[in-house]
């Protein structure tokens, strides 16, 4: 009893927690940036390292399945044994490094974990987190603001030696991450805007969201909007529902497709079209009237064909870019131009060779394809992706996963992820009129968003200033597929609380935020 009573107690302030929780994000990403441009960015990690123990050490005090949080840290302390010996095996060359790489990944479970608790403990906070989420939005709208204000703005794409300023990204410092924040916040913008049952607070949400979007200029906000836009007017229109809130999601849809070709995504996306043209030419010359040739895997390649692609490597794509940067060099002074040549199929064209995230995975395939089976099960450490001078850590999410911890890792990883996808997919078929909604949709899509950015753009499930907000959506799914608590039953007390009052007063209260 006297347990009971202490945790009730200690549980009571989890809403205010949650919401500070949640406020304080944007803030360290703000602080993150700054400190980045004075090297310090460490401040930043363990700032976030104490807060995700804060909260799981909170999260395990006030939890009634104690059994769950054990489980977890089982799993994420033992397999960290297993990667850490193999690595100790082949000669640990930064344990350091390698930890933080780890404790970055796994505050993604740890996170949704602790989340699942609080939703538990605060009736009403599934529900109220939505408008937490907006208020994040408006936080990172303030920011971007705050840079313009004072003559300090942050471009997407930032190109000084060109005069080329592309996309609007504010005083945040890693463009990928920032995308995957805003395309993962704005589904819960839009729900806050609905639940207001007013069209002007609704409008202003699509302006500002899909806004943002648009101008940030990332292939993943540009098409990202898109998807969000489709998805809600789906779910609007399944149900029936404030059909006349569809207006700004057709409009807004209208004008991200009509002016595509201004966007900054497009404008940044013909500047790369033009450093490919530029390669182009130059490998076209060498080939000649051989540039139209393509590899087919097991061939021999006539000698004198063969000639001409080494030529191409070796002449073009082997010394510094236009602006300086790396391009083949490093790869093929570390693994030798045949093997570079055998991994990239032969080919030639920039769209292949110039692309620096085809690169960055070409360059730890073949890292990879140098490990034993004991290292391609349990992965190998962070550090072996410095390749030459070079940090060839891909940005891609899943490929990392099983380049630093092996099948067994990316695995595990996959089915916790897995775990959501099975439990809403399972939801739809046994209840779908009940699951499919906005209140089930948005979590859905934000999840989904979460994973599709983190294979399709990356630095998303390896950077907890996004994990956090793809925990929040793990956690929503949770709550929503067990009807005994959470959403579904706030919900329900809500419509009983309307009934009630159409009773008492002979007509119908507003509902605010009803079930959508």
């Not at 350091?96 to 602790?114: C, H, I, M, N, R």
């Not at 775990?419 to 999840?447: H, I, N, Q």
């Not at 968003?449 to 793809?470: C, D, E, H, I, W």
């Amino acid at each position: 009893m006297i347990e009971t009573s202490w945790k009730a107690k200690a549980a009571a302030p989890v809403g205010e927690i949650m919401a500070a929780l949640l406020a304080v994000q944007p803030l360290l990403d703000v602080l993150s940036y700054f400190m980045g441009q004075v090297g310090a960015t460490w401040v930043t990690t363990s700032l976030r390292t104490a807060l995700l123990a804060a909260v799981c050490l909170y999260g395990f005090a006030i939890t009634e399945n104690r059994k769950a949080y054990y489980m977890m840290y089982g799993v994420v302390g033992g397999f960290w044994v297993l990667h850490m010996a193999n690595c100790l095996r082949l000669g640990y060359q930064d344990p350091v490094g390698d930890a933080a790489e780890y404790l970055k990944l796994v505050q993604f479970p740890l996170w949704t974990l602790s989340f699942v608790t609080f939703f538990r403990q605060r009736r009403d906070l599934d529900y109220r987190v939505v408008g937490m989420l907006a208020a994040n939005f408006g936080i990172i709208l303030v920011v971007i603001a705050l840079s313009y204000l004072v003559g300090a703005p942050v471009y997407t794409y930032d190109y000084p030696d060109r005069n080329v300023f592309i996309g609007v990204l504010g005083w945040f410092g890693v463009a990928n991450s920032q995308s995957s924040i805003l395309t993962l916040l704005v589904p819960a913008l839009l729900l806050w805007g609905l639940r207001s049952q007013r069209l002007w607070q609704f409008c202003l949400c699509c302006l500002g969201g899909f806004g943002l979007l648009y101008f940030t200029g990332t292939r993943l906000t540009y098409y990202g909007a898109i998807l969000i836009g489709c998805a809600f007017l789906a779910l609007l229109l399944l149900r029936r529902q404030q059909l006349l809130f569809c207006i700004p999601l057709v409009l807004a849809l209208v004008l991200l497709v009509a002016f595509r070709g201004a966007s900054p995504m497009a404008e940044r996306q013909a500047l790369t079209g033009d450093s490919y043209a530029i390669y182009q030419e130059k490998a076209d010359g060498i080939l000649g009237e051989d540039k139209g040739y393509v590899y087919k895997e097991g061939e021999e390649i006539p000698p004198e064909i063969l000639e001409k692609i080494t030529r191409v490597y070796t002449e073009v794509y082997a010394k510094p870019g236009l602006y300086g940067a790396t391009l083949l060099g490093d790869l093929i002074e570390e693994f030798g131009l045949e093997a570079v040549m055998e991994q990239y199929q032969y080919a030639t064209d920039p769209e292949t060779l110039y692309n620096s995230r085809v690169k960055k995975l070409t360059a730890m395939e073949m890292v990879w394809q140098e490990q034993d089976a004991l290292t391609k099960i349990v992965g190998f450490e962070y550090a072996k992706c410095h390749v030459g001078s070079h940090i060839y850590d891909p940005e891609n999410d899943f490929p990392a996963l099983l380049y630093y911890y092996g099948y067994l890792g990316v695995g595990m990883y996959g089915l916790f992820a897995l775990y959501f996808v099975l439990a809403s997919v399972k939801g739809l078929l046994g209840d779908w009129r009940r699951v499919l909604c906005v209140e089930f949709g948005v979590p859905a899509m934000t999840f989904a968003l979460m994973l599709g950015g983190a294979q399709f753009s990356g630095q998303v499930l390896r950077k907890p200033s996004v994990t956090v907000y793809g925990s929040v959506a793990a956690a929503l799914l949770y709550v929503y597929l067990h009807p005994e608590m959470g959403t579904a039953r706030a919900l329900e007390s809500r419509e009983k609380m309307v009934v009630r009052r159409r009773k008492s007063f002979g007509k119908w209260g507003h509902l605010q935020g009803g079930n959508l």
